[in-house]
């Protein structure tokens, strides 16, 4: 009896669907032309967040109507092996930042040393070497940035 009902709604669902695409108020997948937006857009996730310290000063790099800030972030993993040594094993990431507002707090305040929260996306790309060659590169392409703490404000608290 179940199965019945299931079988029937699944039938006048696909008839439905098939209206809809003879009406042309579903596109089909086929679609040759770029410029219509799709009938269903599918969710996906790209979500990165670091908690680490910044491994160098950040630098402004890109063209000048379209700078981009660059700095390196460490995150560690630690672990114990069977024979109790312990191991620390760092990652280092390239971070860029192409908003305005925050590229211009990065400049200014980040530092190496701080301990930073990244919030971002990662991003593959290809860039050319000096030689001609293509290589590939991975970043975070950080949304936003919490800072921590600040340098010099962490020496003259302990003094």
């Not at 620390?88 to 930042?97: D, K, S, Y």
């Not at 001609?132 to 590169?137: A, F, Q």
Request: proline residues 3%; hydrophobic residues 30%; positive net charge.
């Amino acid at each position: 009896m179940y199965s019945n009902k299931l079988i029937r709604g699944i039938t006048a669902h696909n008839s439905t669907i098939k209206k809809l695409y003879s009406l042309n108020l579903i596109r089909s997948n086929r679609t040759a032309s770029t410029s219509e937006e799709p009938a269903r857009l599918e969710k996906t996730i790209n979500n990165v967040q670091l908690l680490g310290r910044v491994g160098s000063d950040p630098q402004l790099k890109g063209t000048k109507e379209h700078p981009v800030a660059i700095f390196s972030l460490a995150t560690h993993s630690n672990y114990r092996y069977d024979t109790g040594e312990f191991v620390q094993r760092t990652e280092w990431h390239r971070v860029v930042c192409f908003k305005p507002g925050l590229r211009e707090t990065i400049m200014n305040f980040l530092k190496k040393g701080q301990r930073v929260h990244v919030t971002g996306k990662i991003t593959y790309g290809e860039v050319k070497g000096e030689d001609g060659k293509s290589k590939s590169t991975t970043a975070i392409q950080a949304d936003d940035v919490i800072f921590f703490q600040q340098i010099g404000a962490e020496a003259s608290s302990r003094s």
